[in-house]
T-cell receptor, first 112, second 113 residues
Framework: DQQVKQNSPSLSVQEGRISILNCDYTNSMFDYFLWYKKYPAEGPTFLISISSIKDKNEDGRFTVFLNKSAKHLSLHIVPSQPGDSAVYFCAATLFGNEKLTFGTGTRLTIIP | DVKVTQSSRYLVKRTGEKVFLECVQDMDHENMFWYRQDPGLGLRLIYFSYDVKMKEKGDIPEGYSVSREKKERFSLILESASTNQTSMYLC????????????FGPGTRLLVL
């Protein structure tokens, strides 16, 4: 049972435009969400996170939005750059839980 | 910077072989994790350790075991490798309490023939 879902396996975006990656979750107890970025032949690296007490968190070109009622979060990248081409994983966790539940990933390709 | 290293980047093994994957972290993290990454399935947790000699099963522990004799080292063992264990294996570490991010190693791509 996939508790964290990324329904778009891939996404292509023109350089300079906005990239929007989506993630849905089913467990309403999740209260902390993270996005990771993974290049080929490397491990995932942390990108940005958000607590359930917020609905938005921004870090430079990256913004994560959380809609608790819809159990949905999204990652916005503006403007998109070629170096953003990677696989993006969303992840979720419960308060006090050491483990993360990851989504299936979305491969983002930025077209120059 | 946190550094998580894995003993091999690529491994080729035969069905039935015993396989050891090793992971070392240098940040004195209490928590260490083993995941496998497969296309369309994302990252799935195999085992988790929150202290030396302590371990907890993840979502897919069947066919795997782990060992944590020292805080900085966490080993994943495939007792008898099978072709369905061909995958990318990722190790991660973190501080406790679940609020901290996990830091990943570069991964080991294992092919079981």
């Amino acid at each position: 049972d996939q508790q964290v879902k990324q329904n778009s396996p891939s996404l292509s975006v023109q350089e300079g435009r906005i990239s929007i990656l989506n993630c849905d979750y089913t467990n309403s107890m999740f209260d902390y969400f993270l996005w990771y970025k993974k290049y080929p032949a490397e491990g995932p690296t942390f990108l940005i996170s958000i607590s359930s007490i917020k609905d938005k968190n921004e870090d430079g070109r990256f913004t994560v939005f959380l809609n608790k009622s819809a159990k949905h979060l999204s990652l916005h990248i503006v403007p998109s750059q070629p170096g953003d081409s990677a696989v993006y994983f969303c992840a979720a966790t419960l308060f006090g839980n050491e483990k993360l539940t990851f989504g299936t990933g979305t491969r983002l390709t930025i077209i120059p | 910077d946190v550094k998580v290293t894995q003993s091999s980047r690529y491994l080729v093994k035969r069905t039935g072989e015993k396989v050891f994957l090793e992971c070392v972290q240098d940040m004195d993290h209490e928590n260490m994790f083993w995941y496998r990454q497969d296309p369309g399935l994302g990252l799935r947790l195999i085992y988790f350790s929150y202290d030396v000699k302590m371990k907890e099963k993840g979502d897919i522990p069947e066919g795997y075991s782990v060992s944590r004799e020292k805080k900085e080292r966490f080993s994943l063992i495939l007792e008898s490798a099978s072709t369905n264990q061909t995958s990318m294996y990722l190790c991660a570490s973190s501080y406790p309490r679940g609020r901290e991010t996990q830091y990943f190693g570069p991964g080991t791509r294992l092919l079981v023939l």
